[in-house]
């Protein structure tokens, strides 16, 4: 009996551990079955075959024709879909209705996703926070949220995984009790993707995640949990489905935007829109047999054509984003910040070869939006909502938070900032827009207009799809015309042909740098050979030479843009076809000049247009870079900029002068420390021997302006840097952005203190004072303010009001 019951306990022990270790196994492949990759082949290492989209002129002739009055109501001419906008939403609409067979056609006012679909923070995420507030909350409609972003993530991976891809994120912690808080959360979010989850979140102890992220603050820490997102190129993304749209069939014009629109004078529902072409010129019709409405924030304009009387459904939230040195984050890890200052949470994600931190959620009046009365379009350009400089310094000092304490985070470390407008869908209320969902509607008003508005990038499928069968349903003709949804399965243009490997045959062909083969491949898929081989290599020019180095992006970008992706505008080509004024705005706009003299060339341009459109992306670039925008009346740097080549900048390099606009951005691939001008320092020396006093002399009444051997012995009080600093202000030098927490910053950094209880030195000799001009520059506001014409004169010590 005891035997019996011995191999019966056995047997049981033993099918225990097998079925544990079955299920344990199971339910690891389960979570951790990551994202799907084509599979690298043979055909890979060759080009596909050749694929180019239609010119715009054509695209033009087609809408035209939808309204023909000699073809009558020719159903082969007229529309069955025509999409307003061209963001993320509307090139999903465009590209589900034309994959069902629909006769689709699609307008966008500006260049396509020069809104947010341009802004985004780059993730492909269902939201942790979201799933927090949910938890927390009780809220089931952030829950729904969730859960669908999660569905989509899988799907949006593998639709361009030449765009897309895995990315770990961490979590650091700082309390105990925080560890099992953040672990269990992780792991809910885990187990609600499902079979479609990516990689099984995981505990990471203190000294693993300094060693994954050497940057990170180390004080208190005590370890991290790290979880996978997504993280795509959204510019990229955006065009890649518009290209695809029109590869099934649909018809795509950007700058082209709708004045009017045109309703059946006896049913009422609307059956076309009046079309304004803003590069050619002049307006047209357009017939369709249903409108979408795609617009983002500016549903509510298009609405409000529709019914005068309508009631705004949308409230627009601005999210600021910095872009910061690689040297911020390692190359494979980014980082959360779950609890900021305020209650919100910061990324700071490597992307494009730098970093990205943010992002802010601000209320943004769109009246503030809106063009004199005396215009007849409504609103500014997306690219016109640039970032308020309080944004970018929440961001620097929440990344400053999380930092190590000896990584000094400048303001002039920030190579680039930019604002996009969420559309949220509103609640009624007024006030704050972080507590709104991030959830999309679909509305149909009394004219047959279909709305799709709100949601976020990740889930531009699913809205999509909603969009097409709502429109479907209000014109019941087309279910027999229309197939079931194909956008699951759908693999985007630049897919055919591509795998992981496919850069080493661009090297192996054409003889590139890897870096820029990576790029190529990472950026235009199978699409990368034709861009390669519509160039000519010539023995005076490489096509593939950097727009500026050390960045990827290649001239023979720019051409390709003109021909085969729809570029109209300088701004076209350096922040939405390559995404170098994300990266580096002063790079981008070390470029510009480049970029205008070959658009220019290609597609006719007189002095004046180039003059012009140079002058636009001087102003936006300089927004994008400095915190602010441009003021229009001010004298610009750009004229005659068609002119200005290789050979200008090598002279302005050689002999060290260049337009006083165009200084602070030379040398853009580099990061100075300051950008003194010129005369600075000996302003300085000036100023530091009336406050400083000889070494080992606690008096104050040195004779100023010793001379130097004297002056390198000679110490100032840390008390008294703030009034030397604005002596040097009052000089003609700019230090006005310079705030009270700037420069605390500077002197915790420096290991000085001016409070008698402090820790650390009390004074400085004169090389530290400039690093700590320098450093008050960088880490403020830093416009480049041309020194004053005022006579050189010795600034009285007695103390002054205002300034730091």
């Not at 369709?288 to 009387?309: C, H, Q, R």
């Not at 007024?430 to 009394?446: A, F, N, P």
């Not at 160039?535 to 843009?561: G, K, V």
């Not at 530091?688 to 010793?706: I, K, N, R, V, W």
Request: net charge neutral.
């Amino acid at each position: 009996m005891a035997s019996r019951l011995r191999a019966l306990t056995q047997r049981t022990l033993t099918l225990l551990t097998l079925s544990t270790a079955t299920a344990a196994g199971a339910s690891y492949l389960y979570l951790n079955s990551g994202p799907a990759y084509p599979q690298t082949t043979h055909e890979s290492r060759r080009p596909p075959p050749s694929w180019s989209p239609p010119p715009r002129a054509a695209m033009i002739d087609a809408l035209k024709r939808s309204a023909d009055p000699k073809r009558g109501e020719d159903d082969d001419t007229q529309f069955d879909i025509l999409i307003v906008g061209g963001g993320a939403t509307g090139a999903g609409v465009a590209v589900d209705a034309a994959s069902r067979g629909l006769r689709v056609a699609l307008v966008e006012r500006e260049d396509y996703a020069s809104g947010t679909s341009s802004k985004s923070t780059k993730l492909v995420h269902g939201g942790v926070r979201y799933l927090q507030k949910a938890i927390f909350e009780l809220d089931y409609e952030q829950y729904k949220l969730v859960c669908e972003a999660l569905r989509e993530r899988r799907i949006f991976l593998q639709t361009a995984p030449y765009l897309s891809h895995m990315l770990p994120i961490m979590l650091p912690i700082y309390k105990y009790w925080q560890v099992p808080y953040y672990w269990s959360g992780c792991k809910l979010y885990d187990l609600l993707a499902g079979k479609e989850n990516m990689e099984s979140s995981y505990l990471m102890s203190k000294g693993k995640a300094l060693e994954q992220f050497p940057m990170l603050k180390s004080d208190g820490l005590v370890g991290a949990v790290v979880y996978y997102d997504g993280q795509h190129n959204d510019s990229r993304m955006n065009l890649a489905l518009i290209l695809t749209a029109i590869k099934l069939g649909a018809t795509a014009a950007n700058y082209c935007g709708v004045t009017s629109l045109h309703k059946d004078p006896t049913t009422g529902l609307i059956t076309g829109a009046r079309v304004k072409d803003y590069i050619a010129g002049g307006e047209f019709d357009v017939k369709a047999k249903v409108i979408i409405n795609a617009t983002g924030p500016y549903s509510d304009s298009l609405l409000s054509l529709s019914t005068p009387t309508h009631k705004p459904i949308v409230r627009a939230s601005s999210g600021v984003h910095i872009a910061l040195p690689s040297y911020y984050a390692p190359k494979g890890m980014g980082l959360l910040d779950p609890a900021t200052s305020d209650g919100r949470v910061v990324f700071f994600l490597p992307w494009e070869g730098g970093v990205v931190a943010g992002t802010t959620d601000e209320p943004y009046d769109m009246r503030a939006h809106i063009k004199s009365e005396g215009e007849k379009d409504a609103y500014l350009s997306g690219d016109d909502i640039l970032p308020r400089e309080s944004e970018i310094q929440w961001v620097i000092d929440e990344v400053r938070g999380y930092l190590s304490g000896d990584i000094k985070v400048r303001r002039g470390d920030v190579l680039s900032a930019w604002s996009g407008l969420r559309p949220l869908i509103s609640s009624g209320a007024v006030g704050s827009t972080e507590g709104l969902v991030r959830s999309h509607v679909v509305k149909v008003d009394e004219g047959g207009m279909v709305t799709i508005a709100g949601g976020k990038w990740t889930t531009y499928r699913a809205m999509a799809e909603e969009a097409v069968d709502e429109a479907i349903e209000v014109r019941p003709e087309l279910r027999a015309k229309a197939r079931k949804c194909q956008t699951q399965e759908l693999k985007l243009v630049g897919i055919e042909g591509w795998d992981r490997n496919m850069f080493i045959g661009l090297i192996q062909r054409y003889g590139l740098h890897p870096e820029v083969a990576q790029h190529l491949s990472s950026s235009y898929g199978s699409q990368a050979w034709t861009l390669l081989a519509s160039t000519t290599q010539t023995a005076a020019l490489d096509p593939h030479r950097p727009l500026s180095a050390p960045y990827p992006f290649t001239h023979s970008e720019i051409t390709y843009a003109l021909t085969h992706e729809y570029a109209q505008k300088p701004l076209d080509v350096l922040l939405r076809r390559t995404r170098l004024g994300f990266v580096d705005a002063r790079a981008a706009l070390s470029a510009l000049p480049d970029v205008v003299r070959v658009m220019g060339d290609t597609l006719g341009w007189d002095t004046r247009r180039r003059d012009d459109e140079a002058r636009r992306a001087e102003e936006v670039l300089r927004g994008m870079g400095a915190g602010g925008q441009v003021e229009v009346g001010t004298p610009s740097s750009v004229e005659g900029w068609s002119r200005i080549g290789e050979v200008q900048r090598s002279v302005c390099a050689l002999f060290g002068f260049c337009s006083p606009l165009l200084r602070p951005f030379s040398g853009a691939a580099t990061y100075p420390r300051a950008l003194f001008q010129q005369g600075e320092i000996e302003a300085m020396r000036e100023v530091f021997g009336q406050y400083a006093h000889m070494s080992g002399d606690s008096g104050t009444d040195s004779e100023p302006g010793l001379r130097l051997g004297a002056q390198e012995q000679m110490k100032m009080p840390v008390s008294m840097i703030r009034e030397a600093v604005r002596s040097v202000a009052g000089l003609g030098y700019a230090y006005d952005g310079v705030r009270e927490s700037d420069f605390r910053y500077v002197l915790r950094e420096a290991g000085l203190s001016d409070s008698p209880e402090g820790k650390g030195r009390r004074d400085v000799d004169f090389e530290e004072f400039v690093e700590i001009c320098g450093d008050l520059k960088d880490v403020s506001i830093a416009p480049a303010v041309s020194k004053k014409s005022v006579q050189r004169r010795r600034i009285p010590v007695e103390k002054s009001g205002g300034g730091i």
